[in-house]
């Protein structure tokens, strides 16, 4: 195997795919091979490249790139390289040290305080081809603590991958380390809120969703289950606590033993700033371990680089909690960023938390802030306290997807947001439709009496809309855990922009709230307020070329156009192409953890394949030339497979229930086109606009006897109300 390292005077180049290319410098002569935070692994299989070194001069060439360097301490001058791809108009050189236009953005630490937008970190992808990942952080030990600074006083990588986005993120992951798989419950719905229940209060609540029939599998306990309003003066901030406020929760074990009955994981809130201080519960164990001058109430102060301080933090502190029957821990750390390692303490927490979560559980977990690149590694993130407003909605698919660009897939928002603004019932509809159809859906308020986002909260139409969808979440579980499975095993990411699937389409990058949620469905929330003459959402969408389908109702349409889309308060743009294959959990309030019913929903117009994966085993559908096929293969030795029923839904329609085993089915027999009526939707889409009746009959009996597609847009091409032909247009519009 050709040795892929090449040294040339002090600079150190590593070939490590023939699109990505480690590039260090070091005065000493000396290079990191160690690990650091961000780069797990540099072992990659062997590649193909070439050499040309003369006295004053090195390059190196692969398929992708031609790298260029004349020695010395690196400059633009010295050290530049070629890419070859044409994605730039005037250059397609990268110069050591200079910006990277066309960026496609990464992710940021939090969007604590944010109302609307806010700049991204760069991530590993761009428009014109290629990126640069620059390692600064520490190396680490075999046993995963800091050890140090890198040797290495320079040490990057160059991606150059030009629009193969997928190949980029999984030569990254093989980098810096895969995303670990998540527990199965993490993808159901949370129900979280700041605010200060009692034991009693928040059963009453789990009981009240039970009997709404609105699944729940996390009950989250913010800051109020310990102490905060009776802690002495004398020891500071309230804001970090490990004693359980017994006038709330009298008896915690108990309490949290009833949510575990209930069906839900249970995750406490952890603000761990100030240490572990004398008025804890747990404080005399904690200074016998630390050996703390008790009579002094010396803290133990939190700081992570002292492996004291951690095994008390773990074995008796969270180890006592754990015990009691906490699950995993959301860390809300804000406090801070030095640390005597030179570490980010934040990154600290994360890396130790999941290791520690991982030891205990063997399927970690935790709910933390992002951390940098590498923090993949430690999911779940937490976004942070958002602002309640619809420009804080309207960034958050773009905010989620583009996070994919670094790695980092698996967000959890404030799902409905968390401070400030008004009650809106539309724009807490809008968000929890969009939790939906996201990484996490946690639904979150702050500590008011006024924000909470429980369903019977709110009128009977938005309430319904939100009760139906937090069942279809959980319904959606059997293919959220595949992409989960996939994620880990494969990176392939949940959570998609458009430009992955399609790169080299400049509608597929101006679209950037529209995202793919797993390799089946393509989904644009809805995060404006309504059009009232209409009585409608709108927002603008690219269906690429072939086949679409609305996922819910079934409409087709023909792709290869962008067109504004409307729907309404109740309803949300979802789209399956052609020979797309959805599973689902038929019975979503069972909280199941391997459904016993599963429903497929298979949409028409194309052969199709899904692999459905859960823990040990998978089953294969298929769909050739008009026949469906069912194999589950299995590593357990039991009869669950061969008596778990399937439902089928072809085109819209239920055609066949109740089978059982392998199987196939000839969808041939049934109808192919959905049974999409024109004239009951145009119907049902003027009765709700508030425009002017005569318009409203005079459309309707003219429009209503057109069958052809053609002749119904010449129809409402020719409407006299210049100021209205363009929304009813696409407002009628049903696909040709």
Not at 87 to 110: C, H, K
Not at 138 to 151: C, F, M, P, R
Not at 414 to 430: F, Y
Not at 664 to 690: G, T
Request: proline share 4%.
């Amino acid at each position: 195997m050709k040795n892929n390292k090449i040294i040339f005077e002090k600079a150190r180049f590593t070939v490590l795919t023939e699109q990505l290319i480690r590039i260090e410098y070091s005065e000493t002569g000396q290079f990191e091979e160690g690990q650091t935070q961000i780069v797990q692994n540099r072992n990659f299989p062997a590649v193909d490249f070439d050499v040309i070194e003369k006295e004053n001069s090195l390059e190196i060439l692969t398929s992708s790139v031609h790298l260029y360097y004349t020695g010395g301490e690196f400059s633009k001058s010295n050290l530049f390289a070629d890419v070859k791809f044409n994605f730039s108009v005037y250059s397609n050189r990268w110069y050591f040290g200079e910006a990277i236009e066309d960026n496609l953005g990464g992710t940021t630490r939090t969007l604590d305080k944010i109302d609307g937008s806010c700049r991204l970190e760069d991530g590993i992808m761009s428009k014109n081809g290629y990126a640069v990942l620059t390692d600064h952080s520490l190396v680490l030990t075999e046993n995963g603590d800091i050890a140090g600074q890198s040797v290495s006083g320079v040490d990057l990588y160059l991606f150059a991958y030009g629009r193969d986005y997928r190949s980029a993120l999984r030569d990254y992951y093989l980098l810096t380390g895969p995303t670990p798989a998540l527990p199965r419950f993490a993808l159901g719905n949370w129900w979280s809120r700041y605010y200060a229940y009692s034991s009693a209060s928040y059963l009453a609540l789990m009981d009240r969703f039970a009997a709404e029939k609105i699944p729940l599998s996390v009950a989250v306990i913010d800051m109020d289950w310990h102490r905060v309003s009776d802690v002495p003066a004398k020891y500071g901030s309230s804001w970090t606590g490990y004693s359980w406020n017994k006038k709330l929760f009298p008896e915690p074990e108990k309490f949290l033993s009833a949510l575990h009955r209930r069906g839900v994981k249970v995750t406490l809130n952890d603000h761990p700033a100030d240490g572990v201080r004398a008025f804890e519960d747990i404080y005399p164990v904690v200074a016998e371990r630390m050996d703390l001058d008790k009579g002094l109430e010396e803290a133990a102060k939190f700081d992570f680089d002292n492996p004291e301080f951690r095994a008390a933090y773990f074995e008796d502190v969270h180890g006592l909690l754990e015990q009691y029957g906490t699950d995993f821990w959301w860390l809300d750390w804000q406090q801070g960023a030095i640390s005597s390692s030179g570490a980010d303490p934040l990154w600290l927490l994360n890396h130790y938390q999941y290791a520690d979560s991982l030891k205990k559980s063997g399927n970690g977990m935790l709910l933390s802030r992002y951390a940098g690149p590498g923090s993949h590694r430690y999911p779940i993130g937490f976004s942070g306290d958002t602002v309640i407003s619809w420009a804080s909605l309207d960034f958050q698919p773009y905010f989620t997807s583009t996070a994919t660009n670094i790695g980092y897939t698996w967000w959890s928002h404030d799902i409905g947001g968390h401070m400030q603004g008004s009650k809106d019932a539309e724009l807490t509809l809008r968000w929890i439709q969009y939790g939906v159809f996201s990484p996490i859906n946690r639904l979150h308020s702050s500590k008011s009496e006024f924000t909470s986002k429980e369903p019977w909260h709110f009128d009977t139409v938005i309430s319904s809309s939100m009760k139906n969808f937090l069942r279809l979440r959980h319904e959606l579980i059997p293919y959220l855990y595949t992409a989960n499975l996939r994620t880990a095993q494969e990176g392939r990411a949940l959570i998609e922009p458009l430009y992955y699937e399609y790169p080299l389409d400049d509608a597929a990058y101006r679209h950037p709230n529209q995202y793919f949620f797993g390799e089946q469905l393509m989904v644009a929330p809805m995060t404006k307020k309504m059009n009232t003459e209409l009585q409608m959402s709108d927002v603008e969408v690219w269906l690429p070329k072939g086949t679409w389908y609305d996922f819910f109702t079934g409409q087709r349409y023909d792709g290869d156009v962008e067109l504004k889309v409307f729907r309404e308060i109740t309803e949300m743009p979802v789209f399956a192409r052609a020979g797309s294959i959805i599973p689902m959990d038929k019975n979503p309030l069972k909280n199941e953890e391997v459904p016993s019913e599963i429903i497929w929903r298979i949409f028409p117009g194309a052969d199709g394949q899904y692999v459905l994966l859960e823990d040990g085993q998978k089953t294969t559908v298929k769909v050739t030339d008009g026949v469906l096929s069912v194999l589950t293969e299995s590593e357990k030795q039991d009869d669950f497979l061969s008596v778990r029923k399937h439902t089928i839904i072809y085109a819209g329609r239920e055609v066949a229930t109740n089978l059982t085993g392998n199987f196939e089915l000839d969808l041939k027999i049934f109808s192919a086109e959905f049974d999409w009526d024109f004239k009951e939707n145009l119907f049902r889409r003027l009765d709700i606009a508030e425009i002017d009746y005569v318009d409203k009959d005079d459309i309707f009996s003219r429009l209503s006897v057109l069958t052809a597609f053609d002749k119904r847009v010449a129809f409402v091409k020719s409407l006299k109300n210049v100021d209205l032909q363009d929304n009813l247009f696409e407002l009628l519009y049903s696909g040709k």
